[in-house]
């Protein structure tokens, strides 16, 4: 018999995590692998289509882009970053702190129709906008065989 450790506050962060639903945002991961205090956060993720395209809009506000890195490999689309915290000020106080800091990492995987080398990324007023271009596939017409 295997003997393991109870961990209330654990479970409660899983619990509303499996509740998360993307209207309330994603619930932060509290807790480390080894039981440390550990606050994991990632952005929230818009993906939409278009005819000609695939649009991922990533919230990433108060994020320089230079702590952002965009890559792929094997049609797996990473955003990768982290938000730092301000160094606290000499004489000021900080009464309260709700915004989450650190590093994150979202990866989607893209399908099979993409144009991998006209991938783009800009980001503009905290929204990192990715845009996924689709292979333009003719639309084969049936080929009517005449019946003899």
Not at 9 to 32: A, K, V
Not at 67 to 84: A, P, Q, S
Not at 108 to 125: G, Q
Not at 133 to 146: A, D, W
Request: proline share 5%; glycine share 6%.
């Amino acid at each position: 018999m295997n003997l393991m450790r109870w961990e209330p506050i654990r479970e409660t962060d899983e619990f509303f995590r499996s509740l998360s639903t993307p209207m309330f945002g994603r619930w932060p991961q509290l807790f480390g692998d080894n039981g440390g205090m550990k606050v994991e956060w990632s952005p929230a993720v818009d993906i939409k289509e278009t005819e000609t395209e695939y649009l991922v809009e990533a919230e990433l506000p108060g994020i320089r882009r230079q702590d952002v890195k965009v890559t792929l490999e094997d049609r797996m689309l990473t955003i990768e970053g982290e938000r730092r915290q301000e160094k606290e000020v000499k004489g000021e106080k900080t009464y309260r702190v709700e915004r989450l800091y650190g590093s994150f990492c979202r990866s989607f995987m893209l399908p099979e129709n993409v144009d991998e080398k006209a991938i783009r990324a800009e980001s503009k007023d905290g929204i990192l906008d990715i845009h996924v271009p689709k292979l333009k596939i003719e639309k084969k017409t049936p080929l009517q065989i005449k019946v003899v």
